[in-house]
């Protein structure tokens, strides 16, 4: 009798932890986990063409069973994305590209990452060209010897006419790329490539032969000096890899300002997107700022969390009179670079003090 009260006494005690173990969490109360993205500054070079803004790339977020959570422009991406425990693919496009065209250069990335229960993940996004590029130089003998002729760039059911004059890239999907002559109402393949992605292939063309000979008379040559490949690209500025901070040039990121801790006389670059920042508050200001001794920068316009900023001291003087958002509240949105020393917390937040020079981008 006594063997089975203490077998009772202890199923008594499972029963009761197991009950507690029951409300220990309940259903749809799951610590969410926060997924946030930068842009990789030290994995971009510059690029040849005019550099798009950061905000008008186009990011999409989908979780593990493709569910869409956010779809749209960069700068209007939220920043954290709370997110259950699960996986999450995050791609960024510079533009869409959906058929061969002349000057349509895609930049893009896709990273894919898990992030688990109560968990903060970043990921860095370091765009690369996604297409590839064709560019005709055509001397002056091919008129000579094909005065009505017209090349194309082609890719499988699309023709891009490459007149004598042109000048621009013809952006292309990775694969197979042909050049065309089309004269006396035939079309004639004169060459085909596989480009890779990144690669711009330049061909030099000549025809020295006589007028009517046909393709036989044409050359076709790969210039070799133009021959390139863009591993990857400058997003919003004109940054090259190298000393990292040292100059406009070389400005780090807001999201990259932590990392920097403790260095003194460093660029960083952002947009300014509020001030204020004395409140306990979790969100700068975004209008009616009273204080001219600070802003706010972020990575992206749409920020409005302290934790995602880099809280910028304004010293009196040029950089207060240039900066403050108390007399220039237009400048919420501007993308800016910042030089100064960066601290660990400043309002709560990384720091930029002793900011002695500035410039605005446009």
Not at 86 to 105: K, M
């Amino acid at each position: 009798m006594k063997r089975l009260k203490q077998w009772m006494a202890l199923l008594f005690l499972l029963s009761g932890a197991v009950a507690c173990d029951d409300f220990a969490r309940v259903p749809g109360e799951e610590k969410m986990g926060q997924l946030r993205w930068v842009m990789d500054h030290r994995a971009m070079t510059k690029a040849a063409e005019e550099i798009p803004d950061t905000n008008d790339f186009l990011l999409t977020v989908k979780d593990a069973k493709g569910s869409i959570l956010y779809d749209g422009p960069y700068g209007d991406s939220p920043d954290p994305l709370p997110v259950t425990e699960g996986s999450y693919t995050v791609s960024v496009v510079s533009v869409p590209f959906t058929s061969p065209a002349f000057e349509r250069p895609q930049y893009g990335d896709t990273q894919v990452v898990y992030v688990a229960e109560g968990q903060v993940v970043t990921i860095k996004l370091g765009c690369t060209l996604q297409n590839c590029g064709i560019r005709l130089r055509t001397a002056p003998d091919f008129l000579e010897t094909f005065p009505n002729g017209v090349l194309y760039v082609s890719q499988g059911d699309v023709k891009l006419a490459y007149m004598y004059m042109e000048d621009r890239i013809a952006y292309m999907f990775p694969g197979d790329v042909s050049v065309l002559l089309y004269d006396k109402g035939v079309f004639e393949s004169l060459f085909t490539r596989n480009i890779s992605p990144r690669e711009i292939l330049t061909l030099k063309i000549s025809a020295p032969g006589k007028e009517g000979h046909g393709t036989n008379s044409v050359n076709i040559s790969v210039d070799t000096t133009k021959v390139w490949s863009r591993e990857s690209f400058v997003i919003g500025e004109d940054n090259q890899q190298g000393n990292g901070g040292t100059s406009p040039q070389d400005a780090i990121s807001v999201g990259e300002a932590s990392s920097h801790i403790g260095e003194e006389g460093l660029w960083v670059h952002g947009y300014i997107v509020g001030g204020d920042l004395t409140s306990t508050g979790a969100s700068v200001k975004t209008s009616g700022i009273t204080k001219a001794t600070h802003l706010a920068i972020a990575d992206r316009s749409s920020v409005t969390a302290k934790e995602s900023c880099v809280a910028v001291e304004l010293p009196s003087g040029k950089v207060r009179d240039a900066l403050n958002l108390v007399d220039h509240p237009g400048l919420i949105g501007t993308r800016v670079y910042v030089k100064g020393n960066i601290v660990d917390k400043y309002f709560g937040t990384t720091g930029l003090k002793g900011t002695s020079d500035y410039q605005l981008k446009d």
